[in-house]
Nanobody, 120 residues
Framework: QVQLVESGGGLVQAGGSLRLSCAASGRTFSRNNMGWFRQAPGKEREFVARIGWSGGTDYADSVKGRFTISRDNAKSTVYLQMNSLKPEDTAVYYC??????????????WGQGTQVTVSS
């Protein structure tokens, strides 16, 4: 059974930092895209960041320069370092795996989500 398990969410003040982790089990994603999406209350789920098997990355404009995605294939884990957090970053953050770059309608696997709340 394939599982993506996120951790690291929580409550932080504006300007603070959090690091999310997503551990994969049940199969390897070392040759697949992995990424992060988020969904704020009353809004659609949106793309945040992607990392390819060789380390290439994409970011949403809203997080460029503040968030950094990375991966450790030996640990089957992808990370999202979030700095300079803003209240508008408040959302449930979801880990995703096995999708094509730019095609965010067809995601192979989702995690269960972790809440990030940024207070002003």
């Amino acid at each position: 059974q394939v599982q993506l398990v996120e951790s690291g969410g929580g409550l932080v003040q504006a300007g603070g930092s959090l690091r999310l982790s997503c551990a994969a089990s049940g199969r390897t994603f070392s040759r697949n895209n992995m990424g992060w999406f988020r969904q704020a209350p009353g809004k659609e789920r949106e793309f945040v960041a992607r990392i390819g098997w060789s380390g290439g990355t994409d970011y949403a404009d809203s997080v460029k320069g503040r968030f950094t995605i990375s991966r450790d294939n030996a640990k089957s884990t992808v990370y999202l370092q979030m700095n300079s957090l803003k209240p508008e970053d408040t959302a449930v953050y979801y880990c995703a795996a096995d999708f094509l770059r730019g095609d965010y309608e067809n995601i192979g696997y989702w995690g269960q989500g972790t809440q990030v709340t940024v207070s002003s």
